[in-house]
């Protein structure tokens, strides 16, 4: 995590426009980070398409996803995702949450998600499933209100993503270079997945292989080679 507030803005509007250039946003979608220095606050733009986003455009929320200064622009709806999230894991740094196509598929079907690449070891073995119905029955499947914030991160419980019915996917990272490299891959497994189960032989990274790929990936050359690649695709895409 930067040191520096300023410095912590910047990653929020960088990971959300590499997140957007890379497929997993469109013009819906949110990148978190927990403050630098205030572990009761988090740093979320304002409402606005995520590729487009700007250090000027990130705000700081506390943990109940109350704005710190009475806000002049619009909030996002579903900002008690990060919230609730960071109330909950103390060791979650940075959120993501999306509607990427690639993993709609497995949101409708409730077919697990499972590590079948090496690069999505991250995602780790298993990507709990969560049917906001069994909480609340009928609703817009927005996820807006506390409690639904709260049943989503108990849904997410230990695991690193949640698959969210007919709705997409809450991603959290160590960091933000951790958080955008799982989106990421999570939504290249699911193509893989996809693909080689039509194939007709599917099979899964062995637990040991996802733990040692795991490990791998997140060691400091692929973490700083990812962010500067995706980074490099996001600032070319915007001139
Ligand atoms: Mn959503």
């Known amino acids: 995590m930067p040191d520096d507030l300023s410095d912590a803005r910047n990653q929020v509007a960088i990971a959300n426009r590499i997140l957007a250039n890379e497929g997993v946003f469109d013009a819906f979608g949110h990148v978190s980070v927990r403050h630098p220095t205030d572990p009761g606050r988090y740093l979320l733009p304002r409402s606005r398409s995520p590729g487009l986003i700007e ?10 996803s109350e704005p710190v200064t009475p806000p002049t622009v619009q909030l996002y709806a579903e900002r008690v995702i990060h919230g609730c999230i ?8 940075a959120v993501c ?21 090496h690069v999505a070891a991250i995602m780790g073995a ?15 499947l927005l996820v807006v209100k506390p409690e639904e ?33 799982r989106s990421i891959a ?10 080689a189960l039509a194939m007709g032989n599917l099979s899964t990274l062995t637990p040991g292989e996802t733990k040692l790929a795991a490990a791998s990936n997140l060691s400091p050359n692929p973490l700083a080679r990812t962010w500067e690649y995706w980074t490099a695709r996001a600032q070319s895409a915007r001139r």
Do not use: K
């Open 86 to 93: 960071y109330q909950a894991r103390p060791d979650v740094m």
């Open 126 to 140: 298993t990507v709990p499933f969560w049917d906001q119905r069994d909480d609340f029955g009928d609703t817009s």
């Open 55 to 64: 250090a000027a455009d990130v705000l700081e929320f506390n943990l109940d």
């Open 149 to 181: 914030g709260r049943s989503l991160a108990r849904a997410l419980g230990p695991h690193y993503a949640v698959l969210m019915r007919r709705h997409g996917a809450t991603v959290v990272g160590a960091d933000v270079r951790e958080l955008v490299f």
């Open 186 to 195: 999570m939504c290249q497994n699911a193509e893989s997945q996809m693909r």
């Open 97 to 117: 949450h999306h509607h990427a196509s690639a993993v709609m598929p497995f949101c409708i079907s409730g077919i697990p998600l499972i590590p079948v690449i």
